[in-house]
């Protein structure tokens, strides 16, 4: 079965770049949801989308910006990297309602800020 | 809001023993309980889950965990680890409005020793 799919796996940005994360959602998945994993550290809601909408938002800096397109599929647009955003970020799918019934995660992308 | 705590950040088990992962929470309204694993570079995989029903919940690869209504308590169980158990486990929880964002523990490391 088609899970969630994130690209890149892994990505590596210098200070004050930008970088752009995508999350390809279930197929039929209206909901994604954004989280967060620094080094070591449990992971961090970030935001969430239904149909196309922010649905919820976490702590998301405001260097982060992010949307969902008509295919449900989401981007994360980073900018002016600081060594502190290197962290896993993981997307999530559901369809709105069973969001935590049934919740998929993708493997996430890993981003290294040097 | 919602809170997890998990009690231990590390658990250094032998191979073949009895394990579990101790997991609290702190919720006003009625939750969902978590518990999923990451293997290291992975992202993160739903070991089981509780939404109602029996208070006893089994999951992937020999788990189980028990909901304590009172104690306010969901921890993990398995009565014999194995060497590839070795992983981060972490409890989450979400009210039952069914789209809000998981709210994680800081994980518990477990480490299988041969």
């Known amino acids: 079965a088609a899970g969630v799919i994130q690209s890149p796996r892994h990505l590596i940005k210098e200070k004050r770049e930008t970088a752009t994360l995508k999350c390809y959602p279930i197929p039929r998945h209206d909901t994604v949801y954004w989280y967060q994993q620094g080094p070591g550290q449990d992971p961090q809601f970030l935001i969430s989308?239904?149909?196309?909408?922010?649905?919820d938002k976490g702590s998301i800096p405001d260097r982060f910006s992010a949307q969902q397109f008509s295919d449900y599929h989401s981007e994360l647009n980073m900018s002016s990297l600081e060594l502190g955003d290197s962290a896993l970020y993981f997307c999530?799918?559901?369809?709105?309602?069973?969001?935590?019934?049934?919740?998929?995660f993708g493997s996430g992308t890993q981003l290294s800020v040097l | 809001a919602q809170s997890v705590t998990q009690l231990d950040s590390q658990v250094p088990v032998f191979e073949e023993a009895p394990v579990e992962l101790r997991c609290n929470y702190s919720?006003?309204?009625?939750?969902?309980l978590f518990w999923y694993v990451q293997y290291p570079n992975q992202g993160l995989q739903l070991l089981l889950k509780?939404?109602?029903?029996?208070?006893l919940v089994k999951g992937i690869n020999g788990f189980e965990a028990e909901f304590n209504k009172s104690q306010t308590s969901f921890h993990l169980r398995k009565p014999s680890v194995h060497i590839s158990d070795t992983a981060e486990y972490f409890c989450?929880?979400?009210?039952?409005?069914?789209?809000?964002?998981?709210?994680f523990g800081k994980g518990t490391r477990l480490s299988v020793i041969a």
């Open positions: 989308f239904y149909e196309k909408m922010q649905s």
């Open positions: 999530a799918s559901s369809l709105w309602g069973q969001a935590n019934e049934k919740l998929f």
């Open positions: 509780y939404l109602s029903g029996s208070t």
């Open positions: 919720s006003s309204v009625s939750v969902y």
């Open positions: 989450a929880v979400s009210p039952l409005s069914g789209n809000t964002p998981l709210v």
